[in-house]
């Protein structure tokens, strides 16, 4: 299994409040990505990574920003979270940038 | 822009029987195309991919062919186990550029396989 841990792996929290969820990886790959799942959307990417410090955004980016300082972190910060934020976010990696993604094993966030 | 569409689920079988998830996608160039498998409580597994017209991806006894003509990519099985019972997305992804190996997913198929 790639090497990839997401923390927290559950949170909830209040209308409003910031909300930082942290990817690691162990794997030095160079792309990766933000994505959120919610029923009859299937996975939703909302940014994503191409290097240290390169960061774009991607379908579902509004309330959602992220930060890469190094290799192994990408963060995704909700700096105002809302009830429509609920939802289980994943991290993937991806060595080559050619599609074939690597899944962190999800956070679950309820927004309440 | 891209996108991807998946039959409508949820999908039940029996033990042994036949499986197919359709898939038909729309994109620019020449995508790549992608099958992932999410078991319960898990993250999302690559189950199989193919990067051209007329491949075929195949793992652990599931097999896509990638049909250019119809622009689809159906997900196969010819007997499916109660282990399989899984969501399944298709996906699709186009290569090199500016496109970062960014994935597009159709909204998956939940699988349930009785013994």
């Known amino acids: 299994d790639a090497g990839i841990t997401q923390s927290p792996r559950h949170k909830v929290t209040e209308t409003g409040t910031p909300v930082t969820l942290r990817c690691h990886q162990t794997e030095n790959h160079r792309y990766m990505y933000w994505y959120r799942q919610d029923p009859g959307h299937g996975l939703r990417l909302i940014h994503y990574s191409y290097g240290v410090k390169d960061t774009d955004k991607g379908e579902v980016s509004d309330g959602y920003s992220v930060s890469r300082s190094k290799t192994e972190d990408f963060l995704l910060t909700l700096e105002s979270a809302t009830s429509s934020q609920t939802s289980v976010y994943f991290c993937a990696i991806s060595l080559q940038g050619a599609g074939e993604q690597y899944f962190g094993p999800g956070t679950r966030l309820t927004v309440t | 822009g891209n996108s991807v569409t998946q039959m409508e689920g949820p999908v039940t079988l029996s033990e042994e029987a036949f499986l197919t998830i359709n898939c038909t996608y729309t994109?620019?160039?020449?995508?790549?195309l992608f099958w992932y498998v999410q078991y319960p409580g898990e993250g999302l597994q690559l189950l199989l991919k193919a990067t051209k017209a007329d491949d075929k991806g195949s793992n652990k006894g599931f097999e896509a062919t990638y049909r250019k003509e119809t622009t689809s990519f159906h997900l196969e099985k010819g007997s499916v186990q109660v282990s399989d019972s899984a969501v399944y997305f298709c996906a699709l992804s186009n290569a090199g550029g500016t496109s970062y190996g960014k994935l597009t997913f159709g909204q998956g198929t939940i699988l349930t396989v009785h013994p």
């Open positions: 994109a620019t160039g020449y995508p790549s």
